[in-house]
């Protein structure tokens, strides 16, 4: 059973940092790109950043320089490290992974819970 397990998220107040990360289980064969997306209530879901098996990275321009993105293989799970939060950052934070699972043909996404980050100012 394919399980996508995030914490990290909180409140804090502007200028401060979090880290979120979300834990991928050993259902996965392999895992190609991982992901943060974010959702205010009444927007859509919206990308903050993207990591590729091979470590390449994008982000959105709003958090470009501020957040930072990065895996570790060894253990499935993707981390954001986020800095200089505003409270326009503030949103409920979800982890996308793009994988095959063992008794899986073709790749597909899964997506965690989200987890809720508030921003005060």
């Known amino acids: 059973q394919v399980q996508l397990v995030e914490s990290g998220g909180g409140l804090v107040q502007a200028g401060g940092s979090l880290r979120l990360s979300c834990a991928a289980s050993?259902?996965?064969?392999?895992?190609?790109?991982m992901g943060w997306y974010r959702q205010d209530p009444g927007k859509q879901r919206e990308l903050v950043a993207t990591?590729?098996?091979?470590?390449?990275?994008n982000y959105a321009y709003s958090v470009k320089g501020r957040f930072t993105i990065s895996r570790d293989n060894a253990k499935n799970t993707v981390y954001l490290q986020m800095s200089s939060l505003k409270p326009e950052d503030t949103a409920v934070y979800y982890c996308?992974?793009?994988?095959?699972?063992?008794?899986?043909?073709?790749?597909?996404?899964?997506w965690g819970q989200g987890t809720q980050v508030t921003v005060s100012s």
């Open positions: 990591i590729t098996s091979g470590g390449a990275t």
């Open positions: 050993r259902s996965f064969f392999s895992i190609n790109t």
């Open positions: 996308k992974v793009r994988g095959r699972t063992y008794d899986g043909i073709y790749e597909s996404d899964y």
